[in-house]
């Protein structure tokens, strides 16, 4: 597995921290202060995984994400100290593949590289990020939201969007609980990890006419779950 | 046009001198000739001083004729407007007695001139004021007093030039100036819109009161880009202070024994719970929502979800799909605030949802001590918390900002004693919002 990081962070310390915590799960880290630091690493070896603080002196981090983009598909996390909603949707839509706030736990950030990793080796294509449709419904991967077909914006949970998302983009295949979990981030948020059932069963609440009939996502027995409609990116 | 709009006065000073100047004129023409018009009716009444004459000069030269053409000769007297009678010495004091009070007060009123010529007395009679002459023992001439009416020239004049100035001066101050200024009130009594506004105050009117809404427009720039600057300084402390904060996250792992690495990460969560709040009540701020048509009751159940996933006992109740237009990420924040509220006093929160009319109606209760009636008014600003000595965690804010959200939802916010016990918490939001500011 290849599992080269770069951290581009400012403050020594915090890079330092993050670094150690990487290191000891086994991830080979090297440290870049900016953006001039960072090319320098790049054109000396590639990096399997990119970790990206927004705010950096000199080039910031969305122009240096932008710029990655512009020339490679390595995964980026992008590191910010707004959790604001259109700083997340800025990061996504340039290009980075995923968001962690600070103060972020040691488990948190792992789990998110490892995922990013690990959907990279499956060879799922970055920034297939536009808009999924099915039987009226529309799903935003990178704002997050979920429209019904009366145009009216459902909310969900992380996990119930995560899951939604991962049936939209695997329609008419039978997908296995813990291939579920793996599309998500589900058992990260609370201390009380729900099984993939209580989110499926919460999504049916909120897609299906009737919930208790549904026509959407199909129990498959021994299987897992089945998403039946047709989908469209648009 | 060119030649009348350097004329016109553009200023309230320039407009008062132009009303008082068209009054004067005014007085002067409607007074004059009304005057006339009066004169022209009857002789009209001479003045006091010329009457006083005259009827010095009709008494002398009545007391220089023979007693019997005396009688005849008043006649001629009362033919140019003079009006006087002659009566008998005993009619004289006949007449003198007990005056009404009528007469007395239409005596006071007429204002029978002090300054009388010698000889002359006034007299009360019993329903007038004369003034009375004896030219002999047996004979008195007896004049009514002068007329000296409300309604002479220079009260005409005056009453004139008075409405042609009040007139004038209520059109001034309705049209030009009391409107544009009960305008300017309307804006800025809605401060939080007006901040939020772009739309400038018309700059109409007299120029003081056009140079006063430039002022406000001014104003409005000044105060929003010193807000700005303000919130831009905090965030960027609360922001800064997340990096450190995150050294100390990853540094906190490190520490083996478990109940001091717990006790530590739960001061740091409550540290960046208040830069959280923090940074959302200034985010928060005099910008207004974007609406959109959203599924209330998915709201409501995502939010119960993630509190229940962290183990706490909390229950949705009510339709599953109830769409409203309203701001999902702002009504999202306000609702989770009350829920964590209801958590943190309580034990079990339950929500509810129902439409009712045209309003969305959403309680949210819970089992806790709830609040005394006269802290509930409190509890909504900024800064206050029920009880210093249990409420350590946060600014207090957060019930704030969510009522803050809900009126910008036009919504109304209350909060009632919960059946047992506890607070409920209920929330009517209109289900449509004004179409200007849907997303």
Known sequence: MKNNILIVEDDAALAGLLAQVLRDNGLDVRIAADGREMDAHLRAAPADLIILDIMLPGEDGFSLCRRLRAETTVPIIILSALGEETDRIVGLEIGADDYVTKPFSPREVLARVRSLMRRTSYGVVPGSSGPLRFDGWRVDPVRRQVHGPDHARVSMTTAEFDLLLGFCRNPGRILSREELLSLTHAGLAGPVARSVDVHVSRLRQKIEDNPKDPKYVLTVRLGGYLFTPAVSAT | ?439
């Not at chain 2, 005057?35 to 030269?61: C, I, Q, W």
């Not at chain 2, 005596?107 to 002999?136: C, K, N």
């Not at chain 2, 003081?208 to 010193?226: K, P, S, V």
């Not at chain 2, 946060?394 to 059946?419: K, P």
Request: hydrophobic residues 45%; charged residues 20%.
């Open chain 2, 1 to 439: 046009m060119r030649v009348l709009n350097l004329i016109w006065p553009h200023s309230i000073r320039r407009q008062m001198m132009a009303i008082i100047l068209c009054a004067v004129v005014f007085a002067s023409l409607a007074g004059d000739f009304t005057a006339n018009a009066l004169k022209n009716m009857h002789m009209g009444p001479m003045g006091v001083e010329d009457y006083t004459f005259a009827m010095t000069s009709v008494a002398r030269m009545v007391e220089s004729l023979p007693t019997q053409a005396r009688a005849e000769n008043l006649e001629k007297w009362r033919e140019i407007g003079i009006d006087v009678t002659l009566i008998s010495a005993k009619e004289a004091i006949e007449m003198a007695r007990a005056p009404t009070l009528w007469a007395r007060l239409s005596a006071w009123l007429r204002q029978v001139p002090e300054t009388l010529s010698p000889g002359f007395d006034i007299v009360q009679t019993h329903d007038a004021t004369v003034l009375t002459y004896p030219i002999s023992d047996q004979q008195v001439l007896v004049f009514a007093p002068p007329v000296h009416s409300l309604l002479d020239d220079g009260t005409i004049h005056y009453l004139a030039a008075a409405s042609a100035l009040v007139l004038g001066f209520s059109v001034l101050a309705v049209r030009g100036i009391a409107a544009p200024v009960r305008h300017m009130a309307g804006v800025m009594k809605a401060t939080d819109s007006f901040l939020a506004s772009d739309q400038p105050i018309p700059e109409n009117g007299p120029r003081e009161i056009r140079e006063l809404a430039r002022g406000m427009n001014d104003l409005r720039g000044r105060i929003r880009a010193l807000l700005e600057a303000r919130t831009a300084m905090l965030r960027n402390v609360s922001h800064d202070l997340r990096t450190p904060l995150t050294r100390l996250r990853l540094r906190l792992d490190r520490i083996e024994d478990p109940s001091l690495r717990n006790s530590a990460l739960q001061d740091l969560r409550q540290i960046d719970d208040m830069i959280d709040t923090t940074l959302e009540y200034l985010r928060v701020g005099p910008a207004p929502s974007c609406f959109e048509r959203s599924d209330i009751a998915s709201l409501l159940q995502t939010i119960c979800a993630d509190f229940a996933d962290t183990g706490a006992i909390i229950h949705y109740t009510g339709p599953r799909h109830l769409v409203a237009e309203c701001s999902v990420n702002d009504l999202t924040r306000a609702i989770n605030n009350f829920c964590e509220n209801g958590l943190k006093f309580g034990t079990s929160v339950r929500v509810t949802a129902a439409l009712q009319g045209a309003e969305v109606l959403i309680d949210i209760a819970d089992d806790g001590p709830g609040i005394p009636v006269d802290l509930r008014e409190d509890m909504l600003q900024p800064f206050v918390k029920m009880d210093l000595a249990r409420g350590s965690a946060g600014f207090g804010l957060g019930l704030s900002i969510a009522a803050e959200i809900i009126a910008r939802h036009n919504g109304v916010l209350e909060l009632l004693q919960n059946e047992p016990k506890g607070l409920l918490v209920r929330v009517r939001l209109p289900q449509t919002q004004s179409p200007a500011r849907m997303a």
